[in-house]
């Protein structure tokens, strides 16, 4: 059974930048599509971006100026780094899987269990 | 980018009834050559991550009760809880994944009345 776990500090400066890493246990990294969302506080879900285990990476557009997500095939892990960072930024962050091998758009599945990352100085 | 608008934003029932959350996108997630309803839904209790109940909009994700079930076609689609229980205190969203960026529903929260 596949797992996720995010690990990263839980506390950002502003305008630094936001590091985080989702190690996929269980499971190959290889031949899904990776993926990170986040939850600010009381509110609803935001898609990222994500990454196939190939390299090749996607972003949502408005966070494409400050975002790279990169994988590490050896370590069965896959990164964020967020630069430039607001307290608009601070929320959880959720690493997950693309529930259908191969498929870029897909439902997710499974989900890390959320990091919660704080903007502040 | 799909926008997907949920109805209503909260709801309270009585435990043993039925529960029904609304979900709308501003265009059609049924692709056509395969006839599939490109829509999850997911349930969300406090200090958990997303929990999948239906994916392909009307398919139950294993182990979930089949008191949930979803339907709806195109841009329209509704999440049944057919008789609540208290487990189910939750907010519950839905996803399209017709196309990238995949978004997400602002969510339902559904307690007891």
């Known amino acids: 059974q596949v797992q996720l776990q995010e690990s990263g500090p839980g506390l950002v400066k502003p305008s630094e930048t936001l590091s985080l890493t989702c190690t996929v246990s269980?499971?190959?990294?290889?031949?899904?599509?990776w993926s990170w969302i986040r939850q600010p506080p009381g509110k609803g879900l935001e898609w990222i971006g994500h990454?196939?285990?190939?390299?090749?990476?996607n972003y949502k557009s408005s966070l494409k100026s400050r975002v790279t997500i990169s994988v590490d095939t050896s370590k069965n892990q896959f990164s964020l780094k967020l630069r430039s960072v607001t307290a608009a930024d601070t929320a959880v962050y959720y690493c997950a899987r693309a529930a259908i091998a191969g498929s870029a758009t897909n439902w997710f599945d499974p989900w890390g269990q959320g990091t919660l990352v704080t903007v502040s100085s | 980018d799909i926008v997907m608008t949920q109805s209503p934003d909260s709801l309270a029932v009585s435990l043993g009834e039925r529960a029904t959350i609304n979900c709308k996108s501003s265009q059609s997630v049924l692709y056509g050559s395969n006839n599939k309803n490109y829509l999850a839904w997911y349930q969300q209790k406090p200090g958990q991550p997303p929990k999948l109940l239906i994916y392909w909009a009307s398919s139950r994700e294993s182990g979930v009760p089949d008191r949930f079930s979803g339907s709806g076609s195109g841009t329209d689609f509704t999440l049944t809880i057919s008789s609540l229980q208290a487990e189910d205190v939750a907010v519950y969203y839905c996803?399209?994944?017709?196309?990238?960026?995949?978004?997400f529903g602002p969510g339902t929260k559904v307690d007891i009345k």
């Open positions: 996803q399209q994944y017709y196309n990238t960026p995949v978004t």
């Open positions: 269980g499971g190959s990294i290889s031949t899904y599509y």
């Open positions: 990454i196939y285990y190939s390299g090749s990476a």
